[in-house]
């Protein structure tokens, strides 16, 4: 390599590094997480505007006339919860929770999530930043997924599903791994 090719180098590396270091000063601190949920508060969920009467309501436009569907959709605060019915809440219906009862589930979850996630940049040692985990203090909205059928529960396959599964396996056999 000659000598004005490593000047080039040189001076290619200064300038990414003085970039880097003056980025990394201008940044800021991230502001603190919200506490969990104290015993026997109920979740508090973003307010929304009312919603107006019956047949009265006029969906925004954009200036060009489309639907305005800007806005910030996530399900964050749906991180948590169980898929089916946990078995200690055996005969309740998913509407017959308080929201002083949704309330301890969801502080239970926030702390399961606590003790599940010990590298988490707000405990000591911890090695993973923050933001990798940004549901942490989920607001969840009800006790599990699955609403229909009311238990709660998926139900087990019928008979003919599960000889379809297996006529299915049977037929891709002998195809190798890459038959996915």
Known sequence: MSIPNCRVIIVAT???I????SGIVAQTPAPKRADPIKEGEVPQRKKIAPIPPRGTFVPPKTPWGDPDITGDYNNSDESGIPFER????AGRAIDS????????MVAQRQQQTIERTPGLSEFPG???PMHW???YYAVNSRPWLVTEPAA???PQQTAEARQRQAA???ARKDRGPADS
Request: charged letters at 25%; hydrophobic letters at 40%.
């Open 152 to 154: 709660g529960k998926v």
């Open 14 to 16: 200064v300038i990414a």
């Open 18 to 21: 003085a970039t880097a270091s």
């Open 126 to 128: 911890a090695t993973s």
């Open 133 to 135: 985990f940004e549901n």
């Open 168 to 170: 299915r396996q049977a």
């Open 86 to 89: 946990p078995d200690e809440y």
């Open 97 to 104: 929770f308080t929201p002083a009862e949704l309330a301890k």
